[in-house]
């Protein structure tokens, strides 16, 4: 399969805001469900081991007009619950049989309760992932939650969940985990290979997709790259920070890449790479989830820092891992995790010598003039007088 | 109306948290501890068996407010490179901060020996200390209280909650002190919190009455100041809301209203349920909005942020872990969207409300976000008609008077043309 085909593949899922894909899973064979999901994070190992398709909502992106989702929301919250419950409202997330609100801020955790009296019918969980430095009182915690949730998930799906389908969805979650982490290495390593407008569109339709389906084509597309390596170019290297929860437009992210920059880290879609290390498959699998939660998440906005040097050091730590030549923070208007976090992280990397820019963006940016000029200025800098 | 002035209470309560404040000034000298908290979910009745002193940033940056000071203390922290899309009182605390920590009253402020983040309903509050102990480099514990999505906290969650204090933040609170913990003293204080809050649930229910002898937003303000800021478990604390209740309770038997801005208002028009926090940066004026017409507040959201005693819940000495669990769990902000819809709608009809009034602020996602859908769902099943109004908690450019006035105007003229239609 070529490069082109895999990323029309995966345009198409990206693109499609009627979710044809799943609902052509869910008639494929009787009895299948399908439970959605907010950003940033939601176990989905535990959705496929009900039977469930996990299916990421992130919004509806600038290609949804909104009608009745400002109706819910006013104008100084941020535009994703806007889309999403426009979305839903329009019938287009009618094949969902449960929805899940991960604890990533107050809007995305109201949302959870606009659901329950919305959509009675639908299963809504609020998950409350833990946020303790003591490992072992978090680890009991989040257990406890993932059974419940397991135990509710199977109750929708009328299946009964095994040990043995955890752990094969653990594995599989694993090598799903394996192909990102690879994705995102050759990126870094050689960002001509793999420009971010290609890996981000992949990864959106790993959102929605089978998570088989999606290791197929990821394969297919890691092929491609080594068949079709692209030729090498000199650009500023950057790290994109802030954007794990309401999504830029793609055409945000092209403009960075066109203004003269290689996006070598971001946080796009972190949920599926918030785990950084493989989850052991063997023994307890919900206390390996858990554990695997606890210890080994990557530092996120949406997280509780317990070192007190941890935020400054982030972003030296990330340039350093990424070899980048600075930061650009685009975070979401309005959005409290990326913006009450950014004075922190933004003294951090400028004690460290690292450049910086910010810039804010809404889901449904739609003029990218500014963003390039800006960034083509900042990578022009970068070019000219180097790192301080 | 009589002349405009403040009941006793409202001074008192003043005077103990100016005492407050002078006391925390010369903490430093006296050796006392000194640790910040936030007031939903907060544990004072702990921090004070430790013989330590409770500091709480949002009541800082409220008082900021209402003497006119926090405009400055936000411009200070957005030219230090903080959004001017994120909450108020986080930047009016940080920019006090940058201008030399001279508290509201005019005292300056300790640092903290521990930044005791009680993560009860609120996600600011875990950037907030993140931002403060950039500051002030001091430890930190961070209790994380599960959110009650499903509308009710499980066994587990409660267990959760009281393990973090018993490993985590008793340790701390020990080693910050240099004192061991007193569960006999901890037991006495709760105690005392238990009598506080009956006799201030007894004079919140007094709205019930008509005239109602208490306004139960912008009043409550006032009552709510000493529970929800250093003196729960305290004697001054037990002693205020007894004084308190009296006072209520001697107003309620000359059916005499409240003293507001516009004077007492013993003839009142309008009774309203509110939904949402003041502001704070025009405080009695928008109060006046209300008591111009006759409006008066009987029953609130905003007064149970730091606790919803009046659905029953009471400190319980025999149990302090799992008590202090029960409390920060079912804080206002902590309660799912249909919980807080049912409280609504309770108020509602056990007050008698004529009215239900959203006050939207830009600054709080926890409160603001879904209110809309709030709004809606109250009117769905009261068939009491919903407002909705909207400004800001202590940024005074998201107050705009005109605005407000009109569409309060606008609303009480609808309530009155209803009722003339079901006179007819």
């Excluded at chain 1, 009328?158 to 094969?168: F, K, N, P, V, Y």
């Excluded at chain 1, 979401?332 to 951090?348: E, I, Q, Y």
Aim: net charge neutral; aromatic share 10%; charged share 25%.
């Amino acid at each position: 399969m070529t490069r082109s085909s895999v990323l029309d593949w995966a345009f198409e899922r990206y693109e499609d805001l009627d979710f044809t894909a799943v609902r052509r899973w869910i008639e494929e064979a009787p009895g299948r469900k399908a439970a959605g999901y907010l950003p940033v994070y939601a176990p989905r190992e535990v959705i496929r081991a009900a039977g469930m398709l996990p299916v990421g909502v992130h919004g509806g992106g600038e290609r949804l007009e909104i009608i009745k989702g400002d109706a819910f929301y006013q104008s100084y919250i941020c535009h994703l619950p806007r889309s999403v419950i426009e979305l839903a409202q329009s019938g287009r997330l009618a094949m969902l049989s449960a929805m899940l609100f991960p604890s990533t801020c107050d809007v995305i955790r109201n949302l959870s309760g606009v659901w329950q009296l919305l959509y009675p019918q639908i299963y809504v969980r609020y998950l409350d992932l833990p946020q303790v430095a003591d490992a072992r009182i978090g680890a009991d915690f989040w257990r406890g939650e993932l059974a419940i949730l397991l135990r509710d998930l199977c109750a929708v799906s009328e299946r009964t969940a095994t040990d043995a389908a955890l752990r094969e969805a653990i594995v599989t979650d694993n090598a799903a985990r394996a192909a990102v982490r690879e994705l995102y290495r050759i990126r870094r390593e050689t960002p001509w290979k793999v420009p971010s407008e290609e890996l981000y569109v992949l990864m959106r339709a790993g959102e929605v997709a089978p998570v088989e389906e999606f290791l197929e084509k990821t394969r297919e597309y890691l092929a491609a790259v080594e068949r079709d390596p692209g030729r090498p170019r000199d650009r500023s290297r950057v790290i994109v920070v802030g954007a794990f929860c309401e999504q830029p437009p793609l055409g945000l992210i092209k403009t960075i890449e066109r203004s003269g920059c290689f996006i070598v880290d971001d946080d796009f879609l972190l949920g599926n790479r918030l785990i950084g290390a493989d989850v052991p498959a063997e023994g307890d699998p919900l206390r390996n989830l858990a554990e695997a939660f606890v210890r080994s998440a990557v530092k996120t906005s949406i997280f509780f820092e317990p070192d007190p040097e941890g935020k400054r050091r982030l972003l030296s730590e990330r340039v350093a891992a990424a070899r980048a030549d600075g930061v650009l923070f685009a975070a979401a208007s309005f959005c409290d995790p990326a913006l009450l976090d950014r004075p922190m992280l933004s003294a951090g990397a400028k004690a460290a010598g690292i450049p910086c820019m910010a810039f804010k963006f809404a889901e449904n940016t739609g003029q990218f003039q500014q963003f390039r000029e800006q960034a083509g200025t900042f990578a022009d800098s970068i070019k000219l007088w180097g790192t301080q | 109306m009589t002349v405009p002035g403040k009941d006793r209470s409202m001074e008192l309560q003043k005077e103990m948290l100016a005492g407050h404040y002078r006391r925390l000034e010369a903490a430093p000298e006296a050796g006392e501890p000194v640790v910040y908290t936030f007031v939903p979910g907060n544990l004072t009745e702990l921090i004070r068996s430790f013989d330590a002193l409770p500091v709480l940033p949002e009541i800082n940056a409220l008082q900021s407010a209402m003497r006119g000071r926090s405009q400055g203390f936000i411009a200070e922290a957005e030219r230090a490179g903080h959004s001017e899309d994120v909450c108020s009182y986080v930047k009016c605390d940080v920019g006090m901060l940058k201008a030399g920590n001279i508290g509201p009253t005019g005292t300056r402020l300790p640092k903290p020996d521990l930044l005791l983040l009680s993560y009860t309903g609120c996600y600011t509050f875990m950037k907030w200390f993140e931002l403060l102990r950039e500051e002030y480099r001091c430890p930190t514990v961070f209790l994380h209280v599960p959110y009650q999505g499903d509308g009710r906290q499980t066994p587990e969650q409660r267990a959760y909650v009281a393990s973090q204090i018993r490993k985590e933040l008793i340790p701390a609170l020990e080693k910050v002190t240099g004192q061991r913990y007193d569960e006999e003293r901890l037991r006495e204080s709760l105690h005392r919190s238990a009598q506080a809050e009956d006799d201030l649930v007894a004079v919140l229910q007094s709205a019930r009455l008509e005239p109602s002898p208490i306004d139960a937003y912008f009043g409550a303000v006032y009552y709510v100041g000493p529970i929800f800021s250093a003196f729960r478990g305290t004697p001054e604390g037990a002693a205020y809301y007894r004084a308190l209740r009296q006072e209520v309770e001697e107003r309620a038997a000359q059916r005499l209203g409240p003293m507001t801005p516009s004077g007492r208002l013993d003839s009142q028009k309008y009774r309203l349920v509110v939904e949402g926090p003041p502001n704070w940066t025009h405080f009695r004026e928008f109060w006046r909005m209300f008591s111009d017409e006759g409006a008066v507040v009987v029953a609130s959201t905003y007064s149970k942020v730091g606790g919803t005693y009046d659905f029953g819940f009471r400190h319980d000495a025999s149990d302090p872990l799992g008590t202090m669990a029960d409390y920060c769990s079912g804080c206002y902000t902590n309660l799912s969207l249909p919980e807080r819809v049912s409280m609504l709608v309770r108020y509602a009809r056990e007050y008698r409300a004529d009215g239900f009034l959203i006050h939207s602020v830009k600054s709080c996602n926890s409160f603001s976000a879904g209110q809309l859908t709030i709004l809606r769902e109250v009117e769905k099943r009261t068939g009491i008609p919903g407002g909705f109004l909207e400004s800001d908690l202590v940024d005074a450019r998201y107050f705009s008077p005109a605005n407000l006035k009109n569409r309060l105007e606008s609303y009480f003229q609808m309530l009155d043309a209803r009722r003339a239609r079901s006179e007819t």
